[in-house]
């Protein structure tokens, strides 16, 4: 019994940290997810992979592809297929408002953090989010060592 609890983490919270470096957020929303019986279970354990996931739009619901769910290791043969599409929980408002605005061009709409609320439900948070160019990365490398630079001062 011991192994499960250590197993099991209290607060889930997975990020796409190359997310924020390849892209510029423009706006943010956290979307319900609909998961099959093993998926929680494995996502409470933290194997999730959100570095390729990206959101499109079928028949007006949003769809999450490329998320890796690991399959959960005490599953049987109902155990789910990792790569699966799974549809996105948002307000009918929310889902217009990114469908006009994904329709632009150079607009994409990615996951970039996966977590467990109080409540224990999974939830992603997706962003609607524009390519950085590379002199784009290049400022923010420098920004990112300039602060590091003052802190190092500081103390």
């Known amino acids: 019994m011991a192994k499960e609890k250590d197993r099991i983490k209290k ?18 929303y956290i979307a319900g997810i609909m998961l099959t019986g093993t998926e ?10 959100l570095q390729d996931g990206f959101c499109t739009f079928l028949q007006n619901e949003l769809w999450l592809h490329q998320v890796t ?17 799974r549809k996105l929980l ?4 929310e889902l217009n ?3 006009k605005k994904s329709e632009e061009q150079g607009l994409t709409i ?14 992603v948070e997706v962003a609607l ?18 602060k590091r630079e003052l802190q190092r001062e500081r103390f």
Do not use: M, W
Request: proline content about 4%; hydrophobic content about 30%.
């Open 11 to 28: 607060n889930v919270n997975i990020v796409n940290r190359r997310a924020s470096y390849e892209y510029e957020f423009l706006s943010k």
């Open 40 to 49: 929680i279970k494995s996502i409470r354990e933290g194997n999730v992979n």
């Open 69 to 85: 769910i690991a399959k959960y290791t005490e599953g049987t043969y109902n155990n789910h297929e990792p790569t699966r599409p």
């Open 90 to 93: 948002l307000n009918k408002k």
């Open 97 to 99: 408002q990114l469908n």
């Open 110 to 123: 990615i996951p970039i953090r996966f977590f467990v609320n109080d409540r224990g439900f999974a939830k």
């Open 129 to 146: 989010a524009r390519g950085k160019k590379l002199y784009d990365k290049r400022e923010d490398i420098k920004e990112r060592d300039v």
